[in-house]
């Protein structure tokens, strides 16, 4: 049984939603990510999406984007995003981790040896947002054979016509992506999600986790309430940027983001 598979069915037998936050590898410094990384379940993270930082994250709004640059610039790669990867994973063998990005990276790297990699390094699953299912088969068949999940996006979008494209071969969870448009943008109303979680469940029975806009405690505790798993990534990622900008020590930072990561634990626990 995979990470995935285990973590939210634990979950479910507890009768709560899965907590999903991302990070971006190398984010503001290699060290500083991987500390955050460290510490991220210890504050209430159940799954970790760490981003690949790309130059062009088409799908992502500004505070991601700075953060992917920031990771860049100070000496971010992809053989660098597995290490913190692996690095995690000699200290903590139940957090599954989920690297978040885009194909042109991996396909640089090679895609049957990135999927090799990410095996040895302990990822779970990979989500790729500009590969849609009828052209993942490239990374769809290695992936699975190194037991990593591929997780598929769906959107406001999505009908039923276009769903059971996106969940056939798909496993580990079905991320459903909120709002239209780039991360961090507006959120979508509560009963909205609910409607979509409940259509997306009449084609899987894979998790749905809901992401895209979820700022605070309240606005997590609506959508773990309606879904298997709530996604918060931009609100984490800003902190880093706002501590940077006001000079505080890595050391700060962490902290900021961990106590943060810790009340939005707590309010997707108070959920149902």
């Known amino acids: 049984m995979s990470r995935l598979t285990s973590c939210f069915e634990t979950l479910q037998q507890e009768n709560r939603a899965a907590f999903v936050t991302f ?13 955050i990384l460290k510490g991220l379940p210890g504050a209430g993270a ?7 930082p790309f130059t062009d994250p088409s799908a992502d709004g500004p505070a991601i984007d700075k953060a992917a640059q920031r990771a860049i610039k100070a000496g971010a790669s992809m053989k660098k ?6 690095a995690f994973r000699e200290e903590n063998q ?13 396909y640089a790297y090679g895609v049957e040896r990135f999927c090799k990699d990410a095996a040895t390094a302990g990822v779970d699953g990979l989500i790729i947002v500009d590969l849609p299912p009828e052209e993942d088969g490239e990374l769809l068949i290695p992936a699975n054979e190194n037991n ?8 406001p979008t999505s009908d039923d016509n276009r ?4 969940v056939n071969g798909a496993s580990g969870f079905v991320y ?23 259509r997306i469940r009449r084609h899987t029975d894979l998790p749905v986790a809901v992401g895209f806009g979820i700022r605070t405690p309240e606005q997590a505790a609506e959508i773990a309430a309606r879904a298997d798993g709530a996604v918060v990534g931009s609100a984490i990622v800003s ?15 962490i902290d900021n983001v961990l106590n943060f990561t810790q009340s939005l634990a707590n309010g997707i626990r108070s959920g149902r």
């Open 23 to 35: 990070v971006t590898a190398g984010d503001p410094d290699y060290q500083t990510s991987l500390d």
């Open 148 to 155: 990593i999940d591929v997780i598929r996006l769906a959107t």
């Open 239 to 253: 902190l880093i940027e706002e501590g940077l900008e006001s000079d505080h020590s890595s050391a700060e930072i």
């Open 163 to 166: 769903l059971p494209a996106i």
């Open 176 to 198: 459903y992506v909120a709002v239209a448009g780039v991360t961090g943008g507006k959120s979508a109303t509560a009963d909205d999600i609910g409607t979509a979680v409940t």
């Open 94 to 106: 139940a957090t599954p981790i989920v690297l978040m990005g885009y194909f042109n990276p991996l």
């Open 81 to 86: 995003t597995l290490q913190i990867a692996a």
């Open 46 to 52: 159940d799954i970790i999406e760490l981003g690949m």
